[in-house]
């Protein structure tokens, strides 16, 4: 906007505002019913969907999937379909940082005087897809299983094997996605890249005993897993074992 | 002083109706409504002399708002009113929260939810009214962005309100934490976490949330401290920014709205 559009800007606004009507009582007014409704909205929810406490904190435990809040849900999905290593960053921070240093700065950039979104296409349209796309990732990321899920072909052995070891292979997975292994190993493109080794080809490095040993009495900091139910753990040692 | 409206006399006949004050008498003393009126004026008035607000409350209350101001211009105010209920809410909370990591945190959020009464209700509020602070956050954030009332003179305004959104995003992931029950310890390791793989301040920032570099007991009290102390100023001081600006810069007119002209506003007052 140049000198000459503020003005006329602020001209027209003054006679606007002249012929408008005073705060107290119209604009209050209106403030009051809608203070009463959101008022109305919280209390029933609370009286409807309650206040849950889940089970006590407990660090130690290795199976629990974590969950954010749902206004989260959005940057959770970006990071659980972001997997490629290099990208990551990307995802957790370079995305988000970018949208916020948009948004602080849009007055900055958009400097136009037209004020009527059909008369603004590009400022409409990114808005509408923006909120588009937020309210697709936050469905995706409410129906998401677990965020831990390991996404790793098959090894030919074991579909050749097929039958009762494919089942097991695939059973050890889930056990393994969801015993928390992910946050500091890596199977193939799952999962982060440390403290702990790539688990990619472990098989190839360590024997199957070696494997349930390590589980059993590991190097801190990785929890054991001797208190788990022995048939999960057998589970764990079958998948791990034919990742070679 | 000012004159409060007179209110029609009903009608009596005459024998019932009080008699007109007579010359001389109406400097006498009046009756109670007249004392508690007069008392009120006196305090006000008081008030005013050494303060001198009720010329801020006068420009507060009386400016002008817009031609064709609807309904999208009350979700500023019902963000705010949501933060004042989290603030009511949460300091009943605070009444029996201890942020203790070795099990006093969640065993007073037990206790709160089961054994006080009303308890629950008053978490529920909180917890939920944090939800609704949010999608109203983002309505009134959509009606600014989409009417243009970000542009001239509003900028620093519109600065102001994004702060404001990123502020009540860290109050609702500070106070996920707070019941320190399983979905709130993982939820926020994993936040923490995903904080440290940022760029240059990312690990620096995630060793401050945690207290060190395990996630331990300190992490637990930072979190209140950001969340009860620290969190809760910054926003309303900075409720209170915007507010001013937009007291004084005046409400937008939906953008479609255009002055009536001299002569057409001249024949609607006499219509």
Redesign the interface.
């Known amino acids: 906007m140049n000198q000459q559009q503020k003005e006329q800007y602020l001209r027209e606004y003054s006679v606007l505002k002249a012929q408008g009507k005073p705060f107290f009582p119209y604009a209050v007014a209106k403030d009051s019913i809608m203070a009463c409704i959101v008022m109305a909205v919280i209390i029933a929810m609370s009286l409807v969907l309650g206040a849950e406490l889940g089970s006590k904190a407990n660090p130690t435990t290795t199976t629990y999937v974590p969950r954010p809040e749902w206004y989260f849900f959005f940057l959770f999905e970006v990071l659980r379909v972001i997997k490629p290593p290099s990208l990551v960053p990307l995802a957790t921070i370079g995305v988000p940082t970018i949208g916020m240093i948009l948004l602080f700065l849009l007055p900055f950039y958009d400097r136009k005087p037209e004020r009527r979104p059909e008369r603004r296409p590009i400022a409409t349209i990114t808005g509408i897809a923006v909120i588009a796309a937020m309210a697709y990732l936050t469905y995706q990321g409410a129906n998401a299983g677990s965020p831990t899920a390991i996404e790793t072909p098959t090894p030919t052995a074991v579909v050749q094997a097929g039958g009762a070891t494919r089942g097991e292979f695939e059973a050890g997975k889930q056990v393994v996605a969801q015993s928390g292994c992910l946050a500091c190993h890596k199977i193939g493109e799952n999962g982060n890249a440390g403290p702990g080794p790539n688990l990619s080809h472990i098989a190839s490095r360590l024997p199957r005993q070696g494997i349930a040993r390590t589980l059993v009495n590991p190097t801190a900091p990785m929890p054991s897993f001797k208190n788990l139910p022995p048939k999960k753990f057998q589970s764990i040692v079958n998948f791990l074992s034919q990742l070679k | 002083m000012p004159r409060l409206p007179k209110l029609p006399a009903p009608p009596l006949p005459p024998p019932l109706r009080e008699p007109p004050p007579r010359p001389g008498q109406a400097n006498g003393k009046g009756g109670p409504i007249e004392e508690a009126m007069e008392a009120g004026i006196t305090v006000v008035d008081w008030i005013d002399e050494r303060t001198s607000l009720s010329g801020a409350g006068r420009w507060?209350?009386?400016?002008?708002?817009?031609?064709?101001?609807n309904?999208f211009?009350?979700?500023g105010?019902?963000t705010m009113?949501?933060f004042l209920?989290q603030a009511v809410t949460g300091v009943f909370l605070a009444m029996y929260y201890r942020p203790d990591a070795s099990?006093g945190a969640?065993e007073s959020?037990?206790y709160v939810?089961n054994e006080v009464f009303l308890g629950?209700?008053?978490?529920?509020?909180?917890?939920?009214?944090?939800?609704?602070m949010?999608i109203?956050v983002f309505l009134h954030m959509?009606r600014t962005?989409?009417?243009?009332?970000?542009?001239?003179?509003?900028?620093l305004n519109?600065?102001i309100g994004?702060v404001l959104?990123?502020l009540t995003?860290v109050m609702?992931?500070t106070g996920?934490l707070l019941?320190?029950?399983?979905?709130?310890?993982?939820?926020t390791?994993?936040?923490v976490n995903?904080n440290g793989?940022?760029?240059l301040l990312?690990p620096y920032l995630s060793d401050f949330l945690r207290g060190g570099s395990e996630?331990g007991a300190t992490t637990l009290s930072r979190f209140y401290a950001i969340h009860m102390l620290l969190l809760p100023g910054a926003i309303a001081a900075l409720i209170g920014a915007h507010l001013y600006l937009v007291a004084k810069l005046?409400?937008?007119?939906p953008?479609?709205?255009?002055?009536?002209p001299r002569s057409e506003?001249l024949h609607e007052a006499e219509v």
């Not at chain 2, 629950?120 to 609704?132: A, L, N």
């Not at chain 2, 962005?145 to 900028?155: D, I, L």
């Not at chain 2, 953008?255 to 009536?260: G, I, L, M």
């Open positions: 507060l209350l009386f400016r002008k708002v817009p031609k064709g101001t309904w211009y009350t979700l105010s019902a009113f949501a209920s099990g969640y959020i037990r939810t629950q209700f008053v978490r529920g509020m909180h917890k939920w009214g944090s939800s609704v949010v109203l959509g962005f989409f009417f243009g009332a970000y542009k001239y003179p509003r900028e519109w600065v994004v959104l990123i995003m609702s992931f996920y019941p320190f029950d399983q979905r709130a310890y993982w939820a390791v994993v936040g995903i793989t940022g760029p990312g996630f005046g409400t937008t007119a953008p479609w709205q255009k002055p009536v506003e």
